[in-house]
């Protein structure tokens, strides 16, 4: 324990105060993500994801999807509506309890979450507040013509009460049984009262969420089993071990259907926060969605010819913060020939583009060599395609978006066949025939996936 709390004070003194800046910068600037309205001034805490946030923000979901339902046997994937009515939240406890306390700052009137800032107001220094109050998070709207209290829905908060209410659907037509998983994508909704650090914390952002079901009695075990499968999930996809800890919570800050909750945390600019939550939450959602809707929420086991409400397991990633980490981690600046340069080293499976074919030249006697190179690379691997600039401006710019390889179609190539294949980190350049070329980059594409592609042994 003493060498943990040792390692995590040793890590956060080494943070690097100006990272933050640089990444965004970097976001901005190369079109990873931009502010959402900006041409109309900005719309505060909503982003847009441009042509390289996007592919990286689906990689990720991609990467999480891969490792939690493809390669598994055992979890079947959902995609459940936005929009629910009021009872679904109303059994779920969130309409009670889904809340932040709020603190008006009586000296300049800026409104903060009472637990986040320490009795200070961050924007005057004044101490001088109104008592908290407590602030539901949800988005409330009308569904049809009538804004009566009859039409009142509201934006899912979670991904996870559409996995719930779904479980006999999804019980009877998969025939699964315990132990089994649901497992879902999308968006969700919270009105923060203060939302911060770029894309970490907005009203509007993505989950990964999967609801394991399991026997009464074997929740513990497999809530043991789902901390180490996720946490091995970000260290194979290249975020390094010092950079992450796990954090259990502390019986008075457990959730209202938790038995146990431990946190992965990643050491960002401002400190150690949350990536995902792995959470014990008993029978308590079935059960309650069970209650109020009058249908029972249940699995027969014809094995023992016994009925009982399974415990859940939930391991909850938010996907937009998991890739600022994966940003973060991944940002390096280094010297190539005497010359400094930025780079992403983004795992293949989660940079933007996995290759660039790059004709050394614009000249009619290259380009349909190019083109032919590209085509043939595309249904393969995630391509770009640059002309302008020279080579070199070009290998930096492929650099610093964080794509793994660059191939560079020159005059050599129309006589012998062959292109020159480089590789991001090492910047080592080796040549290769272009019938060669897609087994090359599987060849190196996969190494870079020995490890995640390994199953691990379930309980």
């Known amino acids: 324990m003493t060498e943990t709390v040792d390692r995590d004070r040793d890590a956060a003194a080494n943070v690097d105060g100006d990272l933050m800046e640089r990444v ?68 779920s406890g969130h309409l009670a309890n889904f809340t932040d306390p709020l603190v008006d700052c009586r000296n300049c009137r800026s409104r903060w979450r009472a637990d986040k800032i320490d009795g200070t107001c961050p924007n005057c220094g004044s101490t001088d507040f109104t008592e908290a109050r407590a602030f539901n998070l949800m988005f409330k709207t009308h569904a049809g013509p009538l804004e009566d209290e009859g039409a009142v829905a509201y934006l899912r908060p979670e991904t996870a009460q559409g996995m719930f209410i779904n479980f006999l659907n999804v019980l009877q037509t998969t025939r699964k049984r315990p132990p089994f998983g649901i497992a879902q994508v999308g968006k969700s909704f919270r009105n923060e009262i203060t939302p911060q650090n770029f894309v970490f914390r907005t009203r509007e952002f993505e989950q990964m969420e999967m609801e394991y079901f399991v026997p009464p009695g074997e929740g513990p075990k497999w809530h043991e089993y789902w901390i180490g499968e996720r946490m091995k999930w ?19 800050e457990l959730s209202h259907y938790s038995a146990g909750t431990a946190d992965v945390e990643f050491l960002f600019p401002w400190g150690w926060d949350e990536l995902e939550g792995i959470a014990n939450r008993t029978d308590f959602d079935l059960k309650a969605h069970g209650a109020a809707s009058g249908v029972r929420l249940d699995y027969f086991d014809p094995a023992t010819n016994e009925r009982y409400v399974p415990h859940v397991i939930e391991p909850a990633a938010g996907a937009t913060r998991t890739m600022m980490a994966f940003l973060l981690s991944a940002y390096d600046e280094d010297e190539v020939g005497g010359e400094p340069r930025t780079v992403l080293r983004l795992h293949p499976r989660l940079a933007p583009y996995q290759v660039a074919v790059l004709p050394l030249s614009k000249k009619d006697t290259l380009e349909p060599l190019a083109r032919e190179v590209l085509h043939m690379i595309q249904p393969h691997f995630m391509c770009e395609y640059d002309v302008t600039q020279g080579i070199g401006r070009r290998y930096r710019r492929q650099d610093e978006i964080g794509t793994p390889w660059c191939v560079t179609v020159d005059f050599d190539s129309l006589v012998d066949g062959a292109v020159t294949v480089r590789d991001r980190d090492s910047t080592e350049q080796v040549r290769v025939p272009i019938g060669e070329l897609v087994d090359e980059l599987r060849t190196r594409f996969e190494a870079g996936h020995s490890r995640s592609e390994k199953s691990s042994d379930q309980l």
């Open 24 to 91: 965004v910068s970097l976001c901005k600037r190369r079109g990873f993500v931009f502010q959402s309205a900006e041409i109309y001034g900005g719309f505060r805490s909503t982003y847009d994801y441009g042509p390289l946030g996007v592919n990286l923000l689906r990689n990720v979901k991609n990467a999480w999807w891969r490792s939690m339902v493809q390669l598994r046997d055992d979890v079947v994937g959902l995609d459940a509506a936005i929009l629910s009515p009021p009872a679904v939240w109303q059994a």
């Open 234 to 252: 970000y260290l194979d996809l290249g975020i390094p071990e010092a950079q992450l800890r796990l954090r259990h919570h502390a019986a008075d």
